[in-house]
């Protein structure tokens, strides 16, 4: 007997005046004046609230910098434990629905967090204005009137994993919950450009920056310096882009990975250009030279040419969802639920949602179930993965194998997703390229030296830090202070075999440069898998 099964997935379409440092939930103008949106934010944010364990001090951060945090702990780490980068279990961020609680919501981090404090912070806006200021939270607060609506962030490495299935690119394993809503609340960023007196474009004001807070870690890349990035002007000035400096997320004070006390938030744009921490708003006549902006996250799909660049920029409706259960021969039309209204500019800022009721026997005789989308001005999703060395912008179909299992005598059906997120193995997609030098054994004047595991553990300090990678040992001490990951990363693994937290997160170039630190083997006795408690008994070697 045939039924019916609904599928339900989300696709991502691509004034309160403070008077101390407590903040509650917005009560006044807590629906914007331009927003009039279906959600009642408030009774969605505390019912996910109330779902949600406490946030607690994992013992993952307890050797870093990021000690005083507390995180929810079953958010997936994608680059061992620290810098803190990190995504939801992806059905419990499709749990929450629209607005992700904020514990749930995906952490993109360069460095150790800021400790910042409220009453000391201050934001510097200078360059080609007429009026440089330094605003202190008082003053961005009290000062001009704050707008508060939910925009989706996306990380623009959201579901690399797959492109580096195909090949490794540069950048780690996200899996696909680097996406999330939130309930923002700041200021327009033009309101503040436009009190301090942003000059014209005929006065070579072509762009605005923005810098965050510490120096990153490292010496090379863009360790050393801030981070940054830039927007041209004539964004920055356009109020139909709801660019805000933000200071509060779901009707809290932000958090500490979120940026605490301020960071910007630009609608439809990549999360990469939602500085945290913000402590500089820089007028110039060139684009940001910082690498994190000219380097790191500067990536387009390879249609799309200048123009069309200029055109897009997010804020576009998704007017269609798609299913094809025959590899794209024929598409299921999905009925779409979009819970945000758009801006009064037409503007949507927000992820919505899909369903479509298709028969069981169908989808279990399909093997394979694709989903692509399609905006109001006819850009959709491309069949295929672009690999890019930078493994951003992946947003091709999104395919679910189908497989036919039995559940407690009756016949159920197995859904598999291309990936599973950071180190997680599952997932349909086989990796397709060989590992580099880090799972290879170049002759090294070196290899004939072995070292039993006891040694190695010994060495697990900034005087001398040794791995493990694939059965060879590197003594990486005088890379600490160069490391793009910092210091930490390495001492937290040092005396360790990290084999699979090494080779999840890093490029093929950076397996090239760990075998300059190599000094020799690990005595083969056993094998077991990547550990940090491998007993001397069961010592590792490569496969
Ligand atoms: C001598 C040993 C090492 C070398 C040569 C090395 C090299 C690099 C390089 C070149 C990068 C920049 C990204 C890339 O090109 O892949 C990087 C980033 C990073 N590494 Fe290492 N690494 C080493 C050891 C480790 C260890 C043991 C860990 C911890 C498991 C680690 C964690 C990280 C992290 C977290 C990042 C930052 C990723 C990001 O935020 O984008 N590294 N490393």
Redesign the pocket.
Known sequence: MACSYKIDANHRSDSHVRTDNNFTLVEEDSSSDDYEDRVNYKDVIRKGNSELESSISDPRDEATPDNWIKRNSTMVRL?????F?SEAPLPRLMHHGFITPIPLHYV????PVPKASWNDWTIEITGLVKRPAQLTMYNLINSFKSKEFPVTLVCAGNRRKEQNMEKKT???NWGAAGVSTSVWRGVPLRDVLKSCGILSRKKKAFYVCFEGAEDL??E??GGGSKYGTSIKRDIAMDASRDIIIAYMQNGENLSPDHGFPVRMIIPGFIGGRMVKWLKRIIVTTEESKNYYHYK?NRVLPSQVDAKLADEKGGGKKVTRVEVTMDGGETWYVCTLDHPEKCSKYGKYWCWCFWSVEVEVLDMIRAKEIAVRAWDETLNTQPEKLIWNVMGMMNNCWFRVRTKECELQGEIGILFEHPTQPGEQSGGWMEEKHLEKSSNSTPSMNTSSKTFSMSEVKKHNSADSAW?I?HGHI???TR?LKD????TV??L???GTN?TK??D????????E??E??RIGELITIGYTSDSTTSSPNNSIHGT
């Open positions: 680059t061992a434990n620290h810098p980068n993109r981090n360069h460095g540069k950048g780690f870690p490292g090379h890349g790191d791995i990678v590197y003594d990486c890379f490391h793009p990951g910092g990363s390495i937290n693994k040092a990290c937290a090494f999840a997160i890093h490029s093929d170039n950076a397996k440069m760990l300059k630190y």
